[in-house]
């Protein structure tokens, strides 16, 4: 079963503290991303990994870093979190050669208070 | 930049009703765009409803239609007959056909199925 997974679903944080948002998938995917979306906004890529440490910046990769250890997990680190990064936070993976065909996990919703 | 417009929500329908939402799209920075139509149902992650890559082609999936048009750079989801089960977020989106990874979301539309 073809599947990207999220943990954890909710998360609540305090201002100042590290989160780790970490994403799984099962299908071998090279490529993998980290998007955000907020209220009236579309998503908005924070990151992309081509592969194993092979990871490049998106569109809002300022207070955020990314993990990529190995080809089934992708992490996302806020390191002292800010209010304003309270979200809902999306990974997925695309398969080669479909690079526009992604497959999402059900997203984590992060309120940073 | 690229940006992609649709239809703001929630839209609400009754069933076997018809629908449409719209999609506009600007692809400044773009040299071939490709269009697509992701669903996000209850509780799920977005999933690939439908993708059109070379304009003026119709794309369908599960009674769902789209039409990639250049001259009015549109892309609007139609489907004849809605079902309780079509309730989900529905988002347009645009990506580069040569460069390929990033895709451009809108919004996303809300759509409630009355039973």
């Known amino acids: 079963d073809m599947k990207v997974t999220q943990m954890p679903r909710y998360l609540i944080k305090r201002m100042g503290e590290n989160v780790l948002l970490e994403c799984g998938q099962d299908?071998?995917?090279?490529?993998m991303y980290w998007y955000r979306q907020d209220p009236g906004l579309g998503l908005q890529l924070i990151y992309i990994?081509?592969?194993?440490?092979?990871?490049s910046e998106g569109d809002i990769p300022k207070g955020y870093r990314v993990s990529r250890k190995k080809r089934e997990h992708f992490s996302l680190i806020l390191d002292s979190a800010k209010t304003n990064q309270t979200s809902v936070y999306f990974c997925?993976?695309?398969?080669?050669?479909?690079?526009?065909?992604?497959?999402f996990g059900a997203g984590t919703r992060l309120s940073v208070l | 930049g690229d940006s992609v417009t649709q239809t703001e929500g929630p839209v609400t329908v009754s069933e076997s009703e018809s629908l449409i939402i719209n999609c506009t799209y600007s692809?400044?920075?773009?040299?071939?765009?490709?269009l697509f139509w992701y669903v996000r149902y209850p509780g799920e992650g977005l999933q690939l409803l439908l993708k059109?890559?070379?304009?003026?082609q119709k794309g369908s999936s599960r009674g769902f239609e789209a039409t990639y048009n250049k001259e009015t750079t549109s892309f609007h989801l139609q489907k004849a007959s809605v079902q309780e089960s079509d309730s989900a977020v529905y988002y347009c989106?645009?990506?580069?056909?040569?460069?390929?990874?990033?895709?451009?979301f809108g919004t996303g539309t809300s759509l409630l199925v009355d039973p």
């Open positions: 989106a645009l990506g580069d056909r040569c460069l390929g990874y990033k895709l451009t």
């Open positions: 059109v890559i070379t304009a003026g």
């Open positions: 990994s081509y592969d194993v440490d092979s990871n």
């Open positions: 299908m071998s995917h090279e490529t």
């Open positions: 692809a400044t920075s773009i040299a071939y765009p490709n």
């Open positions: 997925a993976s695309s398969p080669p050669g479909q690079k526009n065909t992604l497959y």
